[in-house]
C-alpha cells in the first residue's frame, strides 16, 4: 500500500533539521541561493556532502552550471537570513544582506555561518521532482563563536540546548513557534 501525500508531509515535519544557505555563483559573476534543509554527511574521506534540491528551484541549475556550491550552517541568530533566502526575491536583494566571502570555489561563504563548506559537486542524481547534488568539500569555515543552530520542525523555526545545558525536559527546545500536539 503506498503512503498518502498528506501523512508523507505531516511525517516530514516532524523531523528536526539544522537550517542552511545553499550557495554558488555563476559565470557572469551572480550570485544565486535558498534556504535548504535537506543536507547530510556522506563520507569523511574524501570530505563528502549532499543536498537535495527541487530542480525547479533556479539555485539547482545554476549549481549544476557551476560546478560548485557552499552549504552555510545557520545559527539562531541567521533567521532573518533563512526567511529572506526562503523568499521569490532577487538574488541581489538575498545578498545584500550578510557578510559574504569566498574561499577555494568562489561560492559566496557566509561570515556568520556556524559551518560553511565549501564544495564541488562531484555526482548529481535526479530523483523524482529532487536532485541529490553530492559535494566534495574543499574548503571548511568554522566560527570559533559559541552560538546555537538554528533548527526547522512543524513548519517554523527554534534552537535547540543539550541535555548537559538543560534543567528541565522543557527547557530542550526554545520555540519560535505555537505547536500542539495531537
Known amino acids: 500500500m503506498a503512503t498518502d501525500l498528506t501523512s ?50 533556479s539555485s539547482y541549475d545554476a549549481i549544476r552550471t557551476s560546478g560548485f556550491f557552499a552549504v552555510n550552517v545557520l545559527s539562531l541568530e541567521d533567521r532573518p537570513l533563512a526567511d529572506l533566502f526562503a523568499r521569490p526575491v532577487s538574488p541581489e536583494e538575498k545578498f545584500a544582506s550578510g557578510l559574504w566571502r569566498q574561499q577555494v570555489t568562489g561560492a559566496p561563504l557566509l561570515e556568520s555561518a556556524m559551518a560553511a563548506f565549501d564544495c564541488r559537486v562531484s555526482q548529481d542524481v535526479a530523483v523524482s521532482t529532487h536532485g541529490i547534488l553530492f559535494g566534495e568539500i574543499q574548503a571548511v569555515q568554522v566560527r570559533e563563536v559559541n552560538s546555537k543552530p538554528l533548527l526547522y520542525v512543524h513548519g517554523g523555526y527554534g534552537g535547540f540546548a543539550s541535555l548537559a545545558q538543560a534543567n528541565d525536559l522543557e527547557s530542550l527546545w526554545i520555540p519560535t513557534w505555537d505547536y500542539e500536539p495531537n
Open 8 to 57: 508523507f508531509k505531516i511525517g516530514m515535519r516532524r523531523l528536526a533539521a539544522g537550517v542552511c544557505l545553499i550557495t554558488t555563483v555563476c559565470a557572469d559573476g551572480s550570485r544565486r541561493g535558498m534556504t535548504a534543509t535537506a543536507v547530510c554527511s556522506v563520507s569523511a574521506a574524501p570530505p563528502t556532502l549532499l543536498c537535495c534540491i527541487n530542480r525547479s528551484n
